[in-house]
């Protein structure tokens, strides 16, 4: 959809339904149905929440661990758009997302024997 932007999230509060567009030339609504809505954060990562505790480069970006998702704060991960400056695509965000995901659970099995792991690989 050319010249269109997102002018409602539709739902009950708990569930997307739908999406409401609006064409910004002719003003005409649309609604598309829809089960999830995912919003890209930019050029620039909306990251300044997190500058007081999070080590951020020049541009904004969180600091990763190379190859890792950990930040300069133990048992605190970034993926996606808020540590990718060259890609900032979907595709990352959800690789990425995935490798933060595995990473928290095994930093949290580490820390508790109780806690069940899918794999035993973490290393710190």
Do not use: W
């Not at 269109?4 to 609504?29: A, I, S």
């Not at 505790?53 to 133990?74: F, M, Q």
């Amino acid at each position: 959809l050319f010249n269109t932007e997102t002018d409602e999230v539709l739902g009950d509060g708990q569930v997307v339904t739908g999406v409401r567009v609006f064409n910004n030339k002719t003003n005409e609504k649309q609604d598309i149905p829809a089960t999830g809505f995912f919003v890209a954060i930019g050029h620039k990562p909306n990251t300044d929440i997190f500058k007081d505790y999070l080590k951020l480069d020049a541009t904004g970006y969180i600091v990763n661990e190379p190859g890792t998702s950990k930040t300069n704060i133990e048992g605190v991960f970034v993926s996606g758009d808020a540590a990718d400056h060259v890609y900032r695509q979907a595709v990352t965000a959800a690789g990425t997302g995935c490798m933060a995901a595995l990473d928290a659970e095994r930093y949290l099995a580490a820390k508790d024997a109780t806690f069940e792991v899918s794999t035993s690989l973490y290393k710190e």
